[in-house]
């Protein structure tokens, strides 16, 4: 059954470094999505893609995330300068049609020390 | 700011019980509802979907929906401790219908 992949499983980054978490999408799928949640905290959306541009963010989607699908199959979640409060669980979630079912990668727990 | 809210529990049931877990949201105009349980330390794994008012049954979860009272709640049947995790209630919302997720319920199943 298609999956979805995201690596790394983990990352271990210093203040201010830069961070790229990746993602493969379901072939077939149109929609990408990021999510993170802060342990013992809700699941949050952060940026929504289609057609190769952001369709919706939210206000943590500040200057310091970028997405972008490089080559096709790839959609990466870029954080320039990371925060202490950046970590968190991000989660890539993709979906053949707005409102359809959105399924989850196994996510990447980012620890910024 | 769409909201959707679940009691937080923890939610303890003895195996074989039935669980019940129950959402509201705020948007009147949202049409479709999803259930995910979510393992500790885990992604968000599907486990319903329903859209239309009133049951939806698979195998031992059953999706309930009222769509005039803003509700939606998972039953799950003959509970068994590999049901113990956490669930949560997820609508979408916004032009990309991006799911605004619950605080979720934690359950734990008793041997």
């Known amino acids: 059954e298609p999956e979805v992949t995201q690596t790394p499983s983990h990352q271990v980054t210093q203040m201010g470094q830069e961070v790229i978490l990746r993602c493969v999408p379901i072939s077939n799928h149109l929609y990408f999505y990021w999510y993170r949640q802060i342990l013992g905290q809700k699941v949050e959306f952060l940026v929504s893609?289609?057609?190769?541009?952001?369709?919706?963010k939210s206000e943590i989607f500040d200057d310091q995330f970028s997405v972008e699908r490089p080559d096709g199959s790839n959609f990466t979640l870029k954080i320039r300068s990371t925060k202490l409060e950046d970590s968190a669980m991000y989660f890539c979630?993709?979906?053949?049609?707005?409102?359809?079912?959105?399924?989850f990668g196994p996510g990447t727990r980012l620890l910024v020390l | 700011q769409k909201e959707v809210e679940q009691n937080s529990g923890p939610l303890s049931v003895p195996e074989g019980a039935i669980a019940s877990l129950n959402c509201t949201y705020s948007d009147r105009g949202s049409q479709s509802f999803f259930w995910y349980r979510q393992y500790s330390g885990k992604s968000p794994e599907l486990i319903m979907s329903?859209?239309?008012?009133g049951d939806k049954e698979d195998g031992r979860f059953t999706a309930q929906l009222n769509k005039a009272s803003q509700y939606v709640s998972l039953l799950i049947r003959d509970s068994q401790p590999s049901d113990s995790a956490t669930y949560l209630c997820a609508v979408p919302s916004g032009s990309a219908r991006q799911l605004t997720f619950g605080s979720g319920t934690q359950l734990t199943v008793l041997p």
């Open positions: 893609f289609y057609n190769n541009e952001i369709s919706e």
């Open positions: 979630a993709t979906t053949g049609g707005a409102g359809e079912t959105q399924y």
């Open positions: 329903i859209y239309s008012n």
